[in-house]
C-alpha cells in the first residue's frame, strides 16, 4: 500500500538565501500563490527574524494562502521563535520549523557550545514554538555530518517534546545517495519513538546529486517529506529541485509507491515564474523544465516519437505544464480583462494608479507585440525597471544609436528620486553606451557580475528580451531585472531596477551564518 509524500517548499526561504535571489513582498506572494496553485503541502515563506521585510512577507503570505501549510524557520531561541510564531499568526494551517546545529564542528566552531547545551536548546525551542502552533518541525543542521548517537538522542527529546517533523539536512551537500539513505535509515532505528513523527530529507547540490540523496532518504531511509525549491534555487549550488523530485516520484510510482498531491501541469508556470522574478536563467537542458527537456532533435528520436511517443518519452510535456503558455490577451483587451488576468495570475496591484500604470504599459507592449502571454505579463511587472520595491530609479526613454564602423551612442532619460536626468555615453556597444550614460549619472561604483539576455517567449523574434544584471557593492549581491521587445531598453530596466534594490538598505540575516 503506498503513503504519501509530502513536498515541503522553501524557494521563499532557502532559495532566497542565493546571492541576488532576494525578492520583494509582492514578489514572493506571487510565488506563495504559484505554489498554492502547485498544490505544495507546506510553503516555508521566509525567517521571519531576518528582517522586518522577511517578517512582513511572512505575515502577507499567511493572510492569502489558504490551502497550503505556511512556515517560518527560526533558529533555536526564544525571540525567533516569537518573531515567527506572530508572523504566522493570520494562518489558517501554521507550522514553525526551527533548528540547531548538530555537527561536532558546528557545535565547536560555530555555536561553541557542548552537545548537552545544544540538546537542552533544542528541546527548550520545540516547547516555545509548541505554544503558537501544534505543527512544530525540528532541523538537525549539518545533520549528515553529526554522530549517529548524539543525533538520535537529540530527535528523540524533541519528539518526546512534542516535534512532528524532524528534518535531516545535508546542508553543505556531501552525502552520496546510498550512505545517506543508509543514515536516515539507521538515525530513525536508533531513535526510539521515531514512529511518532514524519522524517525529512532537505539536501544541498553541492556535489549535483540532491535530488538523488532526496530519493534515496525516501526510499531507503523512509522520509516521507522532501525540502525541495523551484528550479533548485538555493545557497551556493542549490537545493534540491521540487519538479526533478516530483516528477521522479510519479514516473517512477512503480518503484517509489507514493503519493504526491502536486498538481504537475503548475510546474512550468512555477518556474517560469521563479526565474523571471529573480533572473536565474534555467539552463536548457535542465530536467523537466528546461526549453530542450522535451524536444526531440534526432531523426532517429523524432521518427519513434511520431509513431510512439513512449520510445523516446518517459513523460509528457503536457504533465507539466509547458502547454498551458497560451496567448491571453492581446491589444485589444480592455483593463477588465487584464486587470482578471493580473487575479488569475495571483499578482496584486496595491492601488488603481499601480493598476493604470502596468495597464498602461501593458498596452504600449501590445502596440509591439501581437501576441501576449502569461509570461510577458509577468515580466511586465518583475521587469518594469524599478526592482518592485524602491523607486527612486525610474526608466523614462532612451535613444540609441548603432552603426557599422561607428563607436555606439545612448542616451538615456530616467528619474533620481522623482527628479528627471538625461545623461549621454558612447560604449563598446549599445547596452555598454546605456549602462554608461546610466553611470555618468548616478556614479554607483558597483562592479558588474553577470549580464544575461533571454527570450521570455521561444520560437519568435517577437519575443520580448529579458535582462539580467547582477551587481555587486560592499559585499551585497543584487539581481535586476527588465524585460522588454528592445534588449537595449530592457537592458536599462534591469540595471535600473539593480541599482534599486543596491538602494533600498535591506538588510537580512542569513539564519545560518
Ligand atoms: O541546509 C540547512 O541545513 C538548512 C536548515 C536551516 C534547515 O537550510
Ligand atoms: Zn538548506
Same mark, same amino acid.
Given at each position: 500500500?503506498?503513503?504519501?509524500?509530502?513536498?515541503?517548499?522553501?524557494?521563499?526561504?532557502?532559495?532566497?538565501?542565493?546571492?541576488?535571489?532576494?525578492?520583494?513582498?509582492?514578489?514572493?506572494?506571487?510565488?506563495?500563490?504559484?505554489?498554492?496553485?502547485?498544490?505544495?503541502?507546506?510553503?516555508?515563506?521566509?525567517?521571519?527574524?531576518?528582517?522586518?521585510?522577511?517578517?512582513?512577507?511572512?505575515?502577507?503570505?499567511?493572510?492569502?494562502?489558504?490551502?497550503?501549510?505556511?512556515?517560518?524557520?527560526?533558529?533555536?531561541?526564544?525571540?525567533?521563535?516569537?518573531?515567527?510564531?506572530?508572523?504566522?499568526?493570520?494562518?489558517?494551517?501554521?507550522?514553525?520549523?526551527?533548528?540547531?546545529?548538530?555537527?561536532?564542528?558546528?557545535?565547536?566552531?560555530? =555555536?561553541?557550545?557542548?552537545?548537552?547545551?545544544?540538546?537542552?536548546?533544542?528541546?527548550?525551542?520545540?516547547?516555545?514554538?509548541?505554544?503558537?502552533?501544534?505543527?512544530?518541525?525540528?532541523?538537525?543542521?549539518?545533520?549528515?555530518?553529526?554522530?549517529?548517537?548524539?543525533?538520535?538522542? %537529540?530527535?528523540?527529546?524533541?519528539?518526546?517534546?512534542?516535534?512532528?517533523?524532524?528534518?535531516?539536512?545535508?546542508?553543505?551537500?556531501?552525502?552520496?545517495?546510498?550512505?545517506?539513505?543508509?543514515?536516515?535509515?539507521?538515525?530513525?532505528?536508533?531513535?526510539?519513538?521515531?514512529?511518532?513523527?514524519?522524517?525529512?530529507?532537505?539536501?544541498?547540490?553541492?556535489?549535483?546529486?540532491?535530488?538523488?540523496?532526496? =530519493?534515496?532518504?525516501?526510499?531507503?531511509?523512509?522520509?516521507?517529506?522532501?525540502?525541495?525549491?523551484?528550479?533548485?534555487?538555493?545557497?551556493?549550488?542549490?537545493?534540491?529541485?521540487?519538479?526533478?523530485?516530483?516528477?521522479?516520484?510519479?514516473?517512477?510510482?512503480?518503484?517509489?509507491?507514493?503519493? %504526491?498531491?502536486?498538481?504537475?501541469?503548475?510546474?512550468?508556470?512555477?518556474?517560469?515564474?521563479?526565474?523571471?522574478?529573480?533572473?536565474?536563467?534555467?539552463?536548457?537542458?535542465?530536467?523537466?523544465?528546461?526549453?530542450?527537456?522535451?524536444?526531440?532533435?534526432?531523426?532517429?528520436?523524432?521518427?519513434?516519437?511520431?509513431?510512439?511517443? @513512449?520510445?523516446?518519452?518517459?513523460?509528457?510535456?503536457?504533465?507539466?505544464?509547458?502547454?498551458?503558455?497560451?496567448?491571453?490577451?492581446?491589444? =485589444?483587451?480592455?483593463?477588465?480583462?487584464?486587470? @482578471?488576468?493580473?487575479?488569475?495570475?495571483?499578482?496584486?496591484?496595491?492601488?488603481?494608479?499601480?493598476?493604470?500604470?502596468?495597464?498602461?504599459?501593458?498596452?504600449?507592449?501590445?502596440?509591439?507585440?501581437?501576441?501576449?502571454?502569461?509570461?510577458?505579463?509577468?515580466?511586465?511587472?518583475?521587469?518594469?525597471?524599478?526592482?518592485?520595491?524602491?523607486?527612486?530609479?525610474?526608466?523614462?526613454?532612451?535613444?540609441?544609436?548603432?552603426?557599422?564602423?561607428?563607436?555606439?551612442?545612448?542616451?538615456?532619460?530616467?528619474?533620481?528620486?522623482?527628479?528627471?536626468?538625461?545623461?549621454?555615453?558612447?560604449?563598446?556597444?549599445?547596452?555598454?553606451?546605456?549602462?554608461?550614460?546610466?553611470?555618468?549619472?548616478?556614479?554607483?561604483?558597483?562592479?558588474?557580475?553577470?549580464?544575461?539576455?533571454?527570450?521570455?517567449?521561444?520560437?519568435?523574434?517577437?519575443? @520580448?528580451?529579458?535582462?539580467?544584471?547582477? =551587481?555587486?557593492?560592499?559585499?551585497?549581491?543584487?539581481?535586476?531585472?527588465?524585460?522588454?521587445?528592445?534588449?537595449?531598453?530592457?537592458?536599462?530596466?534591469?540595471?535600473?531596477?539593480?541599482?534599486?534594490?543596491?538602494?533600498?538598505?535591506?538588510?537580512?540575516?542569513?539564519? @545560518?551564518?
Amino acid at each position: 500500500m503506498s503513503d504519501r509524500l509530502i513536498i515541503f517548499d522553501t524557494t521563499l526561504r532557502d532559495g532566497e538565501q542565493s546571492p541576488g535571489a532576494s525578492m520583494t513582498r509582492e514578489e514572493k506572494i506571487r510565488i506563495a500563490k504559484q505554489l498554492e496553485k502547485l498544490k505544495v503541502d507546506v510553503i516555508e515563506a521566509g525567517f521571519a527574524a531576518s528582517s522586518n521585510g522577511d517578517f512582513e512577507a511572512i505575515k502577507s503570505i499567511a493572510s492569502v494562502i489558504k490551502e497550503s501549510t505556511v512556515c517560518s524557520l527560526a533558529r533555536a531561541n526564544d525571540k525567533d521563535i516569537m518573531r515567527a510564531g506572530d508572523a504566522l499568526a493570520p494562518a489558517e494551517r501554521r507550522r514553525i520549523h526551527t533548528f540547531i546545529a548538530t555537527s561536532p564542528l558546528h557545535m565547536e566552531v560555530k =555555536l561553541r557550545m557542548t552537545p548537552d547545551q545544544v540538546l537542552e536548546q533544542a528541546v527548550k525551542a520545540v516547547k516555545l514554538a509548541l505554544q503558537y502552533t501544534d505543527d512544530v518541525e525540528f532541523s538537525a543542521e549539518d545533520g549528515y555530518r553529526s554522530e549517529l548517537p548524539f543525533l538520535a538522542k %537529540v530527535c528523540e527529546a524533541v519528539i518526546k517534546a512534542g516535534a512532528k517533523t524532524i528534518n535531516i539536512p545535508d546542508t553543505v551537500g556531501y552525502a552520496v545517495p546510498s550512505l545517506y539513505g543508509e543514515f536516515m535509515r539507521d538515525l530513525r532505528t536508533m531513535t526510539s519513538n521515531s514512529d511518532k513523527a514524519v522524517w525529512s530529507v532537505h539536501c544541498h547540490n553541492d556535489l549535483g546529486m540532491a535530488v538523488a540523496n532526496s =530519493l534515496a532518504g525516501v526510499a531507503i531511509g523512509g522520509a516521507r517529506q522532501v525540502e525541495c525549491t523551484i528550479n533548485g534555487l538555493g545557497e551556493r549550488a542549490g537545493n534540491c529541485s521540487l519538479e526533478e523530485i516530483v516528477m521522479a516520484v510519479k514516473t517512477r510510482r512503480d518503484f517509489f509507491d507514493l503519493d %504526491v498531491g502536486i498538481d504537475t501541469t503548475q510546474i512550468v508556470s512555477a518556474s517560469r515564474l521563479v526565474s523571471n522574478i529573480t533572473g536565474f536563467v534555467v539552463q536548457p537542458n535542465k530536467a523537466i523544465v528546461g526549453a530542450n527537456a522535451f524536444a526531440h532533435a534526432s531523426g532517429i528520436h523524432q521518427d519513434g516519437v511520431l509513431k510512439a511517443r @513512449q520510445t523516446y518519452e518517459i513523460m509528457t510535456a503536457e504533465d507539466v505544464g509547458w502547454s498551458a503558455n497560451k496567448i491571453v490577451l492581446g491589444k =485589444l483587451s480592455g483593463r477588465n480583462a487584464f486587470k @482578471q488576468r493580473l487575479e488569475a495570475l495571483g499578482i496584486e496591484m496595491d492601488s488603481e494608479q499601480a493598476l493604470n500604470d502596468t495597464f498602461q504599459r501593458f498596452k504600449d507592449l501590445a502596440d509591439r507585440k501581437a501576441e501576449i502571454f502569461d509570461e510577458d505579463i509577468h515580466a511586465l511587472v518583475s521587469g518594469d525597471g524599478t526592482g518592485g520595491e524602491s523607486e527612486f530609479y525610474r526608466y523614462v526613454s532612451l535613444v540609441q544609436h548603432s552603426e557599422t564602423g561607428e563607436r555606439p551612442k545612448a542616451r538615456v532619460v530616467f528619474s533620481v528620486d522623482s527628479r528627471e536626468v538625461v545623461s549621454e555615453s558612447e560604449g563598446n556597444g549599445p547596452v555598454d553606451a546605456t549602462v554608461k550614460a546610466i553611470e555618468a549619472e548616478v556614479r554607483s561604483g558597483a562592479e558588474l557580475l553577470l549580464f544575461s539576455v533571454n527570450g521570455i517567449t521561444s520560437g519568435t523574434t517577437e519575443s @520580448q528580451g529579458e535582462v539580467t544584471m547582477r =551587481l555587486q557593492k560592499g559585499g551585497r549581491i543584487v539581481n535586476g531585472v527588465g524585460a522588454d521587445p528592445d534588449i537595449v531598453v530592457a537592458s536599462a530596466k534591469a540595471y535600473l531596477s539593480a541599482l534599486n534594490k543596491l538602494q533600498s538598505k535591506h538588510e537580512k540575516l542569513n539564519p @545560518q551564518v
